[in-house]
């Protein structure tokens, strides 16, 4: 699957990408992420990609014309790929839609914006608008890093073991029970009894319990809403 960024800060995705899971299956040929430097697309001498408010405000808003030009030239190398602007105003995340765009074959081009936002009308030029959670980011490049890494791991091959997929807590729509490893006493907190017992039956039913109470008591809106 390819993954291609617009971005004014190309810069900011070497590192992520080096390491880790991700930097794996780059270097595996499982994951493609190709960079597209918005100030190449600016206008005139100055490379411009902004410009002020019609109707005024305070800050900058990207200019259309760079963007488009930088869409059509991954496009028409690319046909096929599904549009997304990172917006504060786009449909919030979550493991659904991640799945979703997986299933965007050939790939995803995103679109990082920076200043106070970007030209309405760049919305007509993109097939979905998504931002990662209500917070304030200064732009859309570590959404668009969230995301590559949220789909990329669910390319067969991505991950080393296929099994930590469907065995995840969001895949279940809750939060994951407890989890221990040694020592058994750490600072006069002893593991739970049950899982030194080796009674599998009793594991599997106390980790689910524990996995239900604790959705139950943290996120009650995961058990309301359990489309995934
Ligand atoms: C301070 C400016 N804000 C006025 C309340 C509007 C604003 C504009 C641009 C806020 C953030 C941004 C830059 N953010 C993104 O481009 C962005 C984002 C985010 O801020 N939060 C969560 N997801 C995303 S996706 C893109």
Not at 73 to 79: I, K, L
Not at 161 to 178: I, K, R, T, V
Not at 195 to 212: F, M, T, Y
Request: charged share 25%; glycine share 10%.
């Amino acid at each position: 699957m390819e993954f291609h960024v617009i971005t004014l800060f190309p810069e900011m995705f070497d590192s992520p990408l080096v390491g880790g899971l991700l930097g794996r299956a780059v270097r595996q040929g499982l994951v493609t992420v190709r960079l597209h430097p918005l100030r190449e697309h600016g206008l005139g001498n100055y490379r411009q990609v902004d410009d002020t408010p019609y109707g005024g405000g305070s800050g900058m808003v990207m200019r259309p014309e760079p963007i488009a030009a930088a869409l059509d030239s991954v496009m028409s190398e690319r046909p096929g790929l599904w549009r997304v602007l990172l917006t504060p105003q786009g449909e919030v995340l979550d493991q659904s839609i991640v799945r979703d765009l997986a299933a965007r074959e050939p790939g995803l081009v995103l679109i990082a914006g920076r200043y106070e936002g970007v030209d309405e009308r760049v919305r007509a030029l993109v097939d979905q608008e998504l931002s990662i959670g209500d917070y304030v980011l200064s732009g859309g490049e570590l959404a668009a890093m969230v995301i590559i890494e949220a789909v990329a791991r669910l390319i067969p091959g991505v991950l080393g073991n296929p099994q930590s997929l469907d065995e995840e807590s969001f895949a279940h729509g809750m939060l994951e029970y407890p989890q221990y490893t040694r020592p058994e006493d750490f600072h006069g907190m002893r593991v739970p009894e049950i899982l030194l017992s080796g009674d599998h039956e009793k594991i599997r039913a106390w980790r689910e319990n524990q996995a239900r109470e604790r959705t139950a008591h943290r996120r009650p809106d995961l058990l309301t809403r359990r489309k995934q």
